[in-house]
């Protein structure tokens, strides 16, 4: 489809020098800018993710001081 689109002079400037250094049309380059463009604000509009939350309890096992790593290696390293 062809449409007329205003640009300021400098952004065309630098659309046009960019298009011919990658050897392509500058209708190409305009195409994904606004394919990414458009992929992104589809992308923000996901639904929002509940992570689930743990209901466990509990707590440091017997003889652990987590100030010491020595006895957190200790623990880490057992069979």
């Known amino acids: 489809m062809r449409t007329t689109i205003r640009i300021k002079d ?10 011919a250094g990658e050897g392509r049309t500058l ?8 394919i990414l463009l458009l992929s992104k604000a589809k992308a923000g509009r ?13 707590g440091v096992l017997p003889g652990v ?10 623990v880490m390293n057992k069979p």
């Open 10 to 19: 400098d952004l065309l400037k630098r659309a046009k020098k960019h298009a």
């Open 46 to 58: 996901r639904k929002r993710i509940e992570l689930p939350v743990s209901e466990a309890i509990g």
């Open 65 to 74: 001081d987590l100030n010491r790593s020595s006895d957190l290696e200790e």
């Open 27 to 34: 209708t190409s380059l305009v195409e994904d800018g606004l």
